[in-house]
Nanobody
Framework: QVQLQESGPGLVKPSQTLSLTCTVS??????????WSWIRHSPGKELQRIGY???????SYTPSLKGRASISRDTSKNQLTLQLTSVTPEDTAVYYC????????????????WGQGTQVTVSS
């Protein structure tokens, strides 16, 4: 059983950095062919994949975030981290971490396990 749980501040001020942690239990994030993604969903909008980090530590990001996103990992803690800089109210969303197995599945955004999501509101 793979479990993912997001954590971090629910409220972030504009211009600051959003920082979230995804703790994975029951499965190693370094397992071969595993790709770990951060996704967000704002009301009235489609799900947006922010980026992912693979089992070797290689990252990929959607260009729409203008280089503001950074994904990292702590293998000793089996955790994933998302940082999003210079946030605005448009970054308000529910943020999820999720797993895809295989590079093609990651590109296709086919996930088999999701965290429950955490609401992040950007407001002063």
């Amino acid at each position: 059983q793979v479990q993912l749980q997001e954590s971090g501040p629910g409220l972030v001020k504009p211009s600051q950095t959003l920082s979230l942690t995804c703790t994975v239990s029951g499965h190693s994030i370094t397992t071969s062919n595993n790709y770990w993604s951060w996704i967000r969903h704002s009301p009235g909008k489609e799900l947006q994949r922010i980026g992912y980090i693979d089992y070797t530590g290689i990252t990929s990001y959607t260009p729409s975030l203008k280089g503001r996103a950074s994904i990292s990992r702590d293998t000793s803690k089996n955790q994933l981290t998302l940082q999003l800089t210079s946030v605005t109210p448009e970054d308000t969303a529910v943020y999820y971490c999720a797993r895809a197995v295989g590079r093609i599945a990651a590109i296709r955004e086919t996930y088999d396990y999701w965290g429950q999501g955490t609401q992040v509101t950007v407001s002063s």
